[in-house]
């Protein structure tokens, strides 16, 4: 079964600072990989996702993340974090094979200092 | 077009009272899928539907939930004889062909409390 982990359940970064969140996966082949953005009281929004092709793909809002097989890695990063990206992140992957189920990490919750 | 509407936003009930959500995919999508989100539990996995019918169930808790799907359409989850453990908020998305190809698109998701 392919499972999500999110090592860091919170991050604190300060605003102008560089942010990195990690994402594991386990899954037997390549699977779709997606990040999502929550802010509070909100539903998901896409971020980024990669199917296939280039490893390091850009999503909206400055983010981008990279792809890495032999670490089963998916980070998302973005050079300079803005008040406006406090929320909760969260990395899935889906899978045709796995019956096209979407699953989730447990999230990353952002807080950004002034 | 319009992206995934879900109804209504917030549901309070009574504990062993019935609840039904409703979730308007985007038009054209043929895969929906409910999740739930509980404080400490993270995203649940609860159903996924194909067109009208549900390939994969493995998330509904227990037999006091269902979910159908009519006209490729519209889906309605059903909680039966509600506990306050339901309490949560429960978001609905739709793909054009699943995620094994495609990215989800959520509603804003229902709140759900019983008390």
């Known amino acids: 079964a392919q499972s999500v982990t999110q090592p860091d359940i919170h991050i604190t970064v300060s605003e102008g600072a560089s942010l990195e969140l990690r994402c594991n996966y386990s899954y037997g082949a390549t699977p779709y990989l997606f990040w999502y953005v929550q802010s509070p009281g909100q539903g998901l929004q896409l971020l980024l996702k990669y199917f296939s092709g280039d490893t390091l793909v850009q999503g909206i809002k400055g983010f981008e993340a990279e792809f890495k097989r032999s670490q089963s890695s998916f980070n998302l990063r973005k050079p300079s974090v803005h008040w406006s990206d406090a929320a909760e992140y969260f990395c899935a992957v889906g899978a045709m094979a796995a019956g096209n189920k979407l699953t989730f990490g447990g999230g990353t919750r952002v807080l950004v200092k002034p | 077009g319009a992206g995934v509407s879900q109804s209504p936003s917030n549901k309070v009930t009574e504990k062993g009272k019935d609840v039904e959500l409703r979730c308007d995919p985007i038009?054209?999508?043929?895969?929906l899928y409910w999740y739930r989100q509980s404080l400490g539990q993270g995203l649940e996995f609860l159903i996924y539907?194909?067109?009208?019918?549900?390939?994969?169930k493995s998330g509904l808790p227990s037999d006091r939930f269902s979910a159908e799907r009519t006209g490729g359409s519209v889906s309605t989850l059903t909680i039966q004889r509600t506990q306050q453990e339901d309490s949560a908020v429960y978001l609905c998305?739709?793909?054009?062909?699943?995620?094994?190809?495609?990215?989800?698109?959520f509603g804003q998701g229902t709140r759900l409390t019983v008390v």
């Open positions: 038009s054209g999508h043929t895969a």
């Open positions: 998305a739709s793909s054009p062909m699943g995620t094994g190809g495609a990215e989800a698109f």
């Open positions: 539907f194909q067109g009208n019918s549900a390939p994969d």
